[in-house]
């Protein structure tokens, strides 16, 4: 499938050359981990890696896209490292805190700290606050 014209899959940000997306990906992480992050977050980060206002709100909605994708437990949900480089950080640290299968050698199975997150948020969103 051809993007249509304007478009790109290119999902990366830019941040200060002293830092990397895993960086990124691991504070943003600790932030959203908690459903009451503080309003200040995004611009606190922003700062932190010497972003842009708008780069650092498409970091926290990809790095939560990445935890997302991997609550779904399928490996080949990753996203693409060189075109979404903060959802695949945030895939493989997640990834890594879901429980083995105990049916399948290697596979995972939705559950841990991250799925309780992701509940959370949900139930938030439903109930409207």
């Known amino acids: ?10 999902l990366s940000v830019t941040i200060r050359a002293d830092r990397t997306y ?8 600790d932030l959203v981990k ?8 995004v ?8 972003m842009s206002h708008e780069d650092a709100m498409l970091a926290f909605d990809r790095v939560q896209g990445g935890i997302v994708r991997a609550l ?5 949900n990753c996203p693409d490292r060189a075109n979404d480089p903060l959802a695949y950080y ?5 990834w890594q805190t879901l429980p083995a299968s105990e049916r399948i050698a290697g596979a995972r199975e939705s559950g841990g700290p991250w799925r309780a997150w992701f509940d959370s948020v949900r139930e938030r969103r439903n109930s409207g606050r």
């Open 22 to 29: 895993l960086e990124l990906t691991k504070a943003v992480m």
């Open 34 to 41: 908690d459903i009451d992050c503080p309003p200040g977050a």
């Open 1 to 10: 499938m051809t993007l249509p014209e304007g478009w790109t899959d290119d």
């Open 90 to 94: 945030a895939f493989h640290e997640a």
């Open 43 to 50: 611009l606190a980060i922003a700062r932190e890696f010497g």
């Open 72 to 76: 779904t437990t399928r490996s080949d």
